[in-house]
């Protein structure tokens, strides 16, 4: 297994590999979605954002909302530290967190692990209204969201003790809905984000609990590619 170069790959990779994955936990996608921020200044393509965040100017705040503006929670959202707030280091991470004043970047994550077509309508209007929230609060952030689907033979969802596995009927395989689901979401939502990334991976969530992506090369190529054109049109749209 080759480990991956992106912190946020390796989160997103995290959530499967060797356990099982539990849908309904909230705070899995900002998770993934935080560590974009990570990438970001490990990379190091925009000198601006990197010292900001080294000078704790630029915080990530999981709160996901912008202090004094009310608005459903995103997964991620990068901005400036409110000036009263103190920024909070955490050991291994590059970008403090804290509470912020503005939003310049704006992540969401979701995940399509099995039935993907019965809450596809749900999760497209889940990302518009996000998008929406995004931007309706100020200033021009840049929204990026990433798309996890799964493309697995089978798989098995949880629901506290009981198990639901896939049986390709009533229940059908992710394989058997991956792709139309991928179509649906760049049909109904890439255009209303700046950078929109689908991330294909394979996940039975049975034991002994196997990841793997489908194409690691691709997903790594298209998600680099996501982080320079972050990084440039950050230092366009914020001097």
């Known amino acids: 297994m080759s480990e991956e170069k992106y912190a946020l790959l390796r989160t997103f990779r995290s959530l499967f590999d060797g356990k099982p994955y539990r849908h309904r936990i909230a705070n899995l996608g900002d998770l993934v979605a935080s560590h974009l921020y990570e990438d ?23 709160k996901n909302l912008m202090t004094g503006k009310p608005g459903r929670r995103g997964d991620g959202t990068f901005g400036e530290l ?39 309508d749900r999760v497209i209007s889940d990302l518009l209204n996000q998008a929406t929230q995004f931007r309706c609060r100020g200033g021009n952030p840049i929204c990026v969201a990433f798309v996890g689907i799964n493309f697995a033979e089978r798989y098995v969802s949880f629901e506290g003790k009981k ?31 700046d950078e929109f990334q689908i991330l294909r991976f394979r996940a039975t969530n049975a034991k002994p609990f196997p990841f793997e992506w489908v ?5 790594e ?3 680099s590619s996501v982080l320079t054109r972050v990084s440039r049109e950050y230092d366009r749209r914020f001097d």
């Open 82 to 120: 409110v000036p009263a707030a103190m920024a909070i280091t955490e050991k291994g991470m590059l970008v403090a967190r804290g509470p912020v004043a503005t939003i310049e970047i704006g992540a969401e994550t979701k995940i399509l692990a099995k039935a993907m077509i019965k809450q596809i």
């Open 40 to 62: 970001l200044v490990a990379l190091g393509k925009s000198a601006k954002l990197v010292g900001r965040v080294q000078h704790h100017e630029r915080v990530v705040n999981l």
């Open 215 to 219: 194409d690691l090369g691709t997903t």
């Open 221 to 223: 190529m298209e998600y």
């Open 163 to 193: 198990k639901w596995p896939t049986d390709g009927k009533k229940y059908k395989h992710p394989i058997q809905e991956g792709t139309q689901a991928e179509q649906r979401l760049k049909d109904k939502a890439q255009s209303t984000f």
